[in-house]
């Protein structure tokens, strides 16, 4: 059963604009990338269903979570259907992100009322997405699909859609500023911030250190955009 409500989901969301997104099949490089990043200051964190077993570990990554790392809301991503979703619901999973837009995975985690997250790549799913109840929509491959220009475009028909990004985001500051002063609410960032030579090394206070700065980019980047006058 997930620990936060969708609400206290949404509202961490928009409160850090970071989602770190990574799968390791290791337990214990797992837990310590999450622990670096928590301890640099995230607390909504994304891991992937990208290998064998992989809800086994998030099972145990997420008992850790709750365990050790108090207010950190640890999700599940690149769930395809339906029936992989309500696996992982039972694990526990906080919200459910999907590359995809699929009406099952709505609507099992619509009847659970946990925060659900689908992939978007034209104006037709981002629409059929919030018709579906989707608080955010991913936009993904973000570059692929239009980059900033795109989220900047829909946004003027539909000033009300919050984007959270992926695909092309890096931890360059004029990188991230391009995606916030297009639209976007929050971003999700793989391995250019959990670097493979992070891993391979396993220094993880570069990741914390790194993290830290990258929260910090986005508090200033967002502070300084004026919000859109109607």
Request: proline share 4%; charged share 20%.
């Amino acid at each position: 059963m997930a620990q936060f409500t969708r609400l206290e989901v949404t509202h961490q969301i928009y409160e850090t604009g970071l989602i770190p997104i990574f799968y390791h099949p290791d337990l214990e490089i797992a837990k310590n990338i999450v622990k670096a990043c928590y301890d640099g200051g995230v607390r909504v964190m994304e891991y992937t269903n990208r290998g064998d077993f992989a809800h086994a570990l998030y099972a145990e990554l997420n008992r850790y979570v709750i365990r050790s790392l108090p207010g950190m809301i640890f999700g599940a991503g690149t769930i395809l259907d339906g029936a992989t979703a309500a696996l992982y619901l039972q694990e526990g999973a906080n919200f459910i992100v999907s590359p995809v837009l699929k009406d099952d995975i709505a609507v099992i985690c619509n009847r659970r009322k946990v925060a659900w997250i689908p992939g978007c790549g034209s104006v037709t799913e981002i629409s059929h997405a919030e018709e579906l109840g989707a608080e955010f929509v991913k936009i993904f491959p973000a570059q692929s699909v239009g980059g900033p220009d795109f989220i900047k475009a829909v946004k003027g028909p539909m000033p009300w859609t919050s984007f959270i990004i992926t695909g092309g985001v890096t931890t360059d500051e004029d990188n991230l500023r391009q995606w916030f002063k297009a639209g976007a609410c929050c971003v999700g960032m793989g391995s250019h911030l959990i670097t493979k030579e992070i891993i391979r090394t396993k220094n993880y206070d570069l990741l914390q250190e790194k993290t830290a700065q990258v929260i910090s980019l986005i508090k200033k980047i967002k502070s300084n955009i004026k919000p859109a006058v109607s």
